[in-house]
Every structure is written in structure tokens, then in C-alpha cells.
């Protein structure tokens, strides 16, 4: 009986000491949250990068938050997506884009992530790039950058809109 008080006072003086955001924390399965600023900052700054090392002209790139779980619910993580237009020559096309992954391992992006895609995928750090080829259908080719689940801040009603990004 002894036992079980003292397993229960060292339990609930763990509960107040550790504070609501660290129990909020556990219980999604985040150890290390990062804040809305830092998710973004993690994928923009990679985003850049990565268009540098492409070095294609950028139709277009947007930033958005997004959710890794099932009915948009914390953790969230940000994500980038870089639009260009490939060359209209399918092989053209073709040969740009297999230019791509040699030029981003060069840039410290390796092959060997642990993250399972259709498409080609690469890591750095903790940021997964997608590299979708060009398809005659579509008129762009992208790159989605998706950062870490470890926003427990954001929510559903504070993830915010589409955000437009000018990389430089």
C-alpha cells in the first residue's frame, strides 16, 4: 500500500512539474515541438536552397501549413511546392529532370531518406524533397518540400491560407 501513495505522488509531482506543453506534447508524439515560425522557416529556407541547386526559372512556389494526421489535427508541418516550366521537348524534359538529383546530392540532399514516395525523394536534415518528373498532361514540374510533424502549436483554424514565397 506504502508502494502504490509513493507511485502515485511521484506521478502527479512528475504532472506539475512538467507543465501542460510537455504533457501536450507526449501525448501527440512530438518530443521537440517546434513553433509555426520555425516549421516555416525549416521548409522556406530548404525551398531555397533547392532552387538554387536546380537552378531552373520558378513559375511559381507556395508555402502552406499542413496537417500530418487523419481530419487536420496536430501536428502539423510546413510545406513548400516550386512550380517550373519544363522544356516542351519530352526528352528535353526528361534529361533536365534526371539533371536534377545529381545536382541536389551535390547540394548534401541524399537518397537514402526513410520517407516512401511515387516520386523521387530526397532528405536533408529533417526536410523531405519530391521531385515530380514531367508529365505531358501538366504543364509544370515541382518540387514539394515537406518539413518535420512537429508543429503542436498550429491548428485547424490558425494553419492560415496558401502563402505565395519569392525565393531568392
Known amino acids: 500500500m506504502n508502494r502504490a501513495l509513493c507511485a502515485v505522488i511521484t506521478i502527479a509531482t512528475a504532472t506539475l512539474l512538467a507543465g501542460c506543453d510537455t504533457l501536450n ?3 501527440n508524439g512530438v518530443l521537440h515541438p517546434m513553433t509555426p515560425q520555425q516549421s ?3 521548409v522556406v529556407d530548404a525551398a531555397t536552397e533547392v532552387s538554387q541547386l536546380i537552378a531552373k526559372p520558378i513559375e511559381s512556389a507556395y508555402f502552406w ?8 489535427q496536430d501536428p502539423f508541418r510546413g510545406e513548400v511546392r516550386i512550380s517550373y ?3 516542351a ?7 533536365e529532370f534526371e539533371d536534377m538529383t545529381p545536382r541536389l546530392r551535390r547540394g548534401g540532399w541524399a537518397a ?3 520517407f516512401l514516395s511515387h516520386s523521387t525523394a530526397l532528405t536533408k536534415g529533417a526536410v523531405n524533397a519530391l521531385l515530380s518528373p514531367p508529365d505531358a498532361s501538366v504543364a509544370m514540374a515541382s518540387v514539394e518540400l515537406l518539413g518535420e510533424c512537429r508543429d503542436t502549436t498550429t491548428t485547424k483554424a490558425t494553419k492560415g491560407d496558401v502563402e505565395d514565397l ?3
Open 166 to 168: 519569392r525565393l531568392s
Open 25 to 27: 506534447a507526449l501525448a
Open 40 to 42: 516555416r522557416s525549416q
Open 65 to 72: 501549413r499542413g496537417s500530418c494526421s487523419d481530419g487536420d
Open 89 to 95: 521537348d519530352p526528352r528535353a524534359a526528361a534529361a
Open 85 to 87: 516550366r519544363p522544356p
Open 112 to 114: 537514402d531518406s526513410d
